[in-house]
C-alpha cells in the first residue's frame, strides 16, 4: 500500500515540473515513508510514496512489464497474485511484490483485466507505445482516489486531495468500481455485480455457506511480510475478525514469520465501553492486548490534524476518525505496519439499530464515510487497515441472500445482522461469548466513550456564536452546517482545502451514525434530529440521551437476558 500521483498529458515536461510533483508527491510521504519513486515519460509523470508490505526488499515502485513499455504506480493489495502468476506463463516478474501481475495482465488482457484482481487498490498504468493510459479503482473504494483537471488538458490523479487540489482547474472522487481510460476521456463501470440491480436477491439462507465467505475473507488478507495485529472494539464485528484471525494464523506464512501470537489494538477514554468489552474478547481469544487511552482533550487538540489527512468536515466522520487516528500513531510505535479491521458490515447487515430502515444502496457511498475514515486515519501515520467484509467475493455472497432473512423480527428473537451472528454461533467450537456475539452495536465515536461527543460540542460551541450560526447559510451555501460542531469543522476545512470542488467532494445532508444523508431520508425521527450519533436514535438504543444509564450496569443485564445456550433474545432489552 502506499500513495501515488500520477501527471498525465501535461504540457509543461521541464525540470521544473518534475520538481513540481516531487513536492506535490511529498504531501503523501506519510502513507508510504519505506520509499519514493518517480518516473517520467514525456509528457507523464508517475510517482510512489510506498508502505511496503509485500516483498519490502524488492517491491519498490513504479512497476514495470519486461521491456519497460508499460508503466504502473499503484496503491493496494492483490490477494489472489499467486493465482494470477500461474495464469501468466511466459512472462517474467521483476519484483515479489502482490502488485507486478498488473502491468502483465493488461499485456495479456487489455483494459479487461480489472475485473480478475482480487483485492484493494487504485493505479494508474502507462502504456509508452501509444501514450495511453487506464485508471482504475476497487470495487466499493476501500482505497482512496481523486481525479482532476488541469487547464493545460492534463489530467492528474492522486491518493490524497492534498496532492492535485492547488493545481487542478476542477477536481472531485474518482468513482469506486470505475476505470477511467484516455482513448475514452471517461469513466466506465467494472464492477456490475447482480445485487447493484433494482431486482430482489432471492438466494436461500445458509450459515455456513456465509460463514466459510467470511472467514476466506480474512484468511486471503494475512498475506504479509511484516508485522500485523487486530483493531478490537469487542464489538461484533472486530470481536469476530480477531476470532478467525486467532484461529487461523497458526497456518499462514505470517505465522512462520512472525509467530502466531496476535496482537489486538482498542482504543477509548477511561472507563469507556469498547475498552471493557475489547479486554474480555482479548482474554477469551488468548490475544496480546494493547489497551490505549486518550482524553478529550487529547481528541479536540488532534481535530485540526485529522482533518487535514481525512479530508471531510462530515460530523461523524470526524468524530470517529479521531480516535482511531491517534491509535493508529501508538501502533505504528510499536513496529506495526498493518491491522486488520471490522469496517463494513453494518453497511452489508444492517449493523446500526437504525439501519434496518435503510435502502442497501448506502454500499455504494461507503468510500465517502467509513472507507475514508478507516483508510485516511490510519495511513496518517504509514499504518493500512485491511477490511474483510469489504471483500469483493463477501459482499456478492452476503448480498445475494433475501433479504427477508435480514430483517429485524422481535417476535423470532431476530436483532440486527441476525444472519451473521447466527453464522458463527457454534456450539462445539464457539468462535466468541454468547453475550458477545450478541453484543448490541456502538457505533465507533460512542463506543471509545460518550463524553468524547459531548466534550466536542462544547468545544464547538467556545469557537462558534450564535451569531455566526445566523450567518451560516451565506458562509457556506453548499451543505450549510446547521450545528456549531458542524460549523467550526467547516471552519478548518476551508483553510486547509479552499478550493470549491473541494467541499463538493463531501457529501452532503444529515447523516446518522457513519451513514449517509440518504438513510436520513427514510425515517422522519432522524430527519428532526440534528445530532448523528447511533446513540442519540431514541427509542432504538439502550443508551438514548433521554436515559443514559450505566453501561456496564447494561452489560450485566444484557448477559442476564440472553441464554447461553439459546438463540438470543437481546431485543428485550428494549422492551
Not at 484482481?117 to 485508471?135: A, E, K, M, P, Q
Not at 440491480?197 to 498475506?223: C, G, H, N, T, W
Not at 453464522?423 to 466513550?449: C, M, N
Amino acid at each position: 500500500m502506499c500513495g501515488i500521483l500520477a501527471v498525465l498529458g501535461c504540457s509543461d515536461h521541464s525540470r521544473a515540473k518534475r520538481v513540481r510533483v516531487l513536492e506535490l508527491s511529498r504531501r503523501l510521504k506519510h502513507r508510504g515513508p519505506d520509499w519514493s519513486g518517480l518516473h517520467q515519460h514525456g509528457d507523464c509523470f508517475l510517482a510512489h510514496q510506498r508502505l511496503a508490505i509485500v516483498d519490502p526488499a524488492s517491491g519498490d515502485q513504479p512497476l514495470f512489464n519486461e521491456d519497460k513499455s508499460v508503466i504502473v504506480t499503484v496503491n493496494g493489495e492483490i490477494y489472489n497474485h499467486e493465482e494470477l502468476r500461474k495464469q501468466l506463463p511466459g512472462h517474467k516478474f521483476r519484483t515479489g511484490s502482490d502488485c507486478d501481475v498488473i502491468a502483465h495482465l493488461y499485456e495479456e488482457h487489455g483494459e479487461g483485466f480489472v475485473d480478475m484482481l482480487d483485492g484493494i487498490f487504485s493505479f494508474v498504468l502507462l502504456d509508452t507505445r501509444d501514450n495511453s493510459f487506464i485508471v482504475a479503482r476497487d470495487a466499493i473504494g476501500v482505497t482512496s482516489l481523486y481525479i482532476g483537471w488541469g487547464l493545460d488538458g492534463s489530467v492528474w490523479i492522486s491518493s490524497e486531495m492534498k496532492g492535485l487540489n492547488d493545481d487542478c482547474e476542477h477536481f472531485e472522487c474518482f468513482p469506486p468500481g470505475h476505470l477511467y481510460s484516455s482513448k475514452d476521456r471517461g469513466f466506465r463501470r467494472w464492477y456490475n455485480p447482480p445485487w447493484f440491480s433494482e431486482a430482489i436477491p432471492s438466494a436461500p439462507y445458509d450459515p455456513l455457506v456465509l460463514r466459510r465467505a467470511f472467514e476466506q475473507a480474512v484468511i486471503k488478507r494475512l498475506m504479509t511480510d511484516v508485522p500485523f495485529g487486530v483493531l478490537l472494539s469487542g464489538g461484533l464485528d472486530s470481536s469476530l475478525v480477531a476470532s478467525i484471525t486467532s484461529r487461523y494464523l497458526a497456518n499462514t506464512k505470517a505465522a512462520e514469520q512472525w509467530g502466531s501470537k496476535l496482537h489486538s489494538f482498542c482504543v477509548g477514554l477511561e472507563g469507556s465501553p469498547d475498552l471493557k468489552a475489547a479486554k474480555e474478547v482479548a482474554d477469551y481469544l488468548g490475544t496480546v492486548h494493547h489497551e490505549f487511552h486518550f482524553t478529550v482533550q487529547d481528541g479536540i487538540d488532534a481535530i485540526e490534524d485529522v482533518i487535514y489527512h481525512v479530508e471531510t468536515y462530515d460530523v461523524t466522520t470526524i468524530r470517529a476518525s479521531t480516535p482511531m487516528f491517534l491509535m493508529s500513531r501508538k501502533i505504528k510505535s510499536l513496529g506495526v505496519k498493518w491491522v486488520i479491521s471490522g469496517e463494513g458490515s453494518d453497511e452489508i447487515f444492517g449493523g446500526y439499530l437504525y439501519f434496518h430502515k435503510a435502502h442497501r444502496g448506502i454500499i455504494k457511498a461507503l468510500h465517502q464515510y467509513d472507507c475514508l475514515r478507516a483508510n485516511k486515519s490510519t495511513f496518517a501515520w504509514g499504518l493500512e487497515a485491511r477490511v474483510p467484509f469489504l471483500d469483493k467475493e463477501f459482499i456478492n455472497a452476503a448480498m445475494n441472500i433475501d433479504p427477508e432473512h435480514k430483517m429485524i423480527k422481535r417476535d423470532e428473537g431476530r436483532i440486527e445482522k441476525w444472519i451473521l451472528r447466527r453464522a458463527f454461533d457454534d456450539e462445539d467450537q464457539p468462535y466468541l461469548p454468547k453475550h458477545i456475539l450478541y453484543r448490541q452495536k456502538e457505533q465507533f465515536s460512542d463506543g471509545v466513550g460518550y463524553s468524547w461527543i459531548d466534550g466536542l460540542k462544547a468545544h464547538a460551541a467556545k469557537h462558534v456564536t450564535d451569531k455566526m450560526m445566523l450567518n451560516a447559510g451565506n458562509i457556506y451555501p453548499h451543505n450549510t452546517p446547521v450545528t456549531k460542531e458542524a460549523y467550526y469543522y467547516r471552519m478548518i476545512f476551508e483553510r486547509f482545502f479552499p478550493q470549491n470542488s473541494a467541499r463538493l467532494t463531501v457529501p452532503g445532508g444529515a447523516s446518522v451514525a457513519c451513514s449517509t444523508a440518504k438513510a436520513v431520508e427514510w425515517d422522519a425521527a432522524w430527519s428532526n434530529n440534528l445530532d448523528p450519533s447511533g446513540r442519540a436514535a431514541l427509542g432504538v438504543h439502550i443508551s438514548a440521551y433521554e436515559n443514559q444509564n450505566n453501561l456496564a450496569n447494561k452489560g450485566v443485564e444484557i448477559e442476564k437476558i440472553i441464554p447461553m445456550d439459546a438463540a438470543p433474545l437481546g431485543v428485550a432489552i428494549q422492551s
